[in-house]
């Protein structure tokens, strides 16, 4: 087996990097936003898409901050931009805070309109973006040692 060579993150504090510590927040916060407007379409209770617009809120905060602690680790190294799973875990992740965008924009309209159909297909989009990202940073992290220190 080939030994991994850590690849050091340009984004960090106190060594520890920076991006995959935001990274689980805004992918909650869209499989929240997905659950929530599945109740909503089934219930029509007001208070479901209001749930939905406050963590598509929060998500596309943390998935700006992650998006630029990412951003940082792919332009501050080469060796990063040089693993195999980077450039699709940057171009999914970037599609997915994309569409959350949009998505959080079109809950700021009334109830029903900023669920029924649009607000989620968004957030169906969104959420099957994130397990194969997920899974490319998992490679970059496990099998290319991106992040790793030793």
Known sequence: MQEV???R???QIAGHPIHPMLVPIPIVCFIGALLTDIAYSVSAEMMWANFSAWLLLVG????VLAA???LTDFL???LVRAQTPAWPHLIGNAAALILAIFNALIHTRDAWTSV???G???SILTVL??????WLGWAMVYRHGVGVAR
Do not use: E, Y
């Open 68 to 70: 630029i602690a990412g």
């Open 116 to 118: 029924w159909p649009v």
């Open 129 to 134: 973006i994130l397990p194969v990202t997920g």
């Open 5 to 7: 060579v850590p690849v």
């Open 9 to 11: 993150s340009t984004a």
């Open 120 to 122: 989620l297909i968004l």
């Open 60 to 63: 596309v905060i943390f998935g």
């Open 76 to 78: 501050g190294n080469r």
